[in-house]
């Protein structure tokens, strides 16, 4: 089992910053993609941003030039900085680890999700 614990949630104005942080613990072996998703009230979990073990990553259209994902592989945690928030951001942020377990088959983990609240 991998457990994801996730800080830096907060209320931040339009216009602001904040930084993600999750760090991964216990059968951490194998895991190669990390990441960010969010949930909205009523709308669907959806990707912000992944990075694989060697430092590619992946951004959403929609925080591309704002948000910036990265990855420290010695303390197994990810990052994610968030600048100029606008009130759209408002979600609850999900930590994912991705473990190979063979066969080609991978499972995920989440974290439990820090709020970000964007005021205008």
């Known amino acids: 089992q991998v457990q994801l614990v996730e800080s830096g949630g907060g209320l931040v104005q339009a216009g602001g910053s904040l930084r993600l942080s999750c760090a991964a613990s216990?059968?951490?072996?194998?895991?190669?993609?990390m990441g960010w998703y969010r949930q909205a009230p009523g709308k669907q979990r959806e990707l912000v941003a992944g990075v694989t073990s060697g430092g590619a990553t992946i951004y959403a259209d929609s925080v591309k030039g704002r948000f910036t994902i990265s990855r420290d592989n010695a303390k197994d945690t990810v990052y994610l900085q968030m600048n100029r928030l606008k009130p759209e951001d408002t979600a609850v942020y999900y930590c994912h680890a991705d473990q190979s377990i063979g066969l080609g088959q991978i499972h995920r983990f989440w974290g439990q999700g820090t709020q970000v609240t964007v005021s205008s």
């Open positions: 216990g059968s951490i072996f194998s895991i190669n993609v």
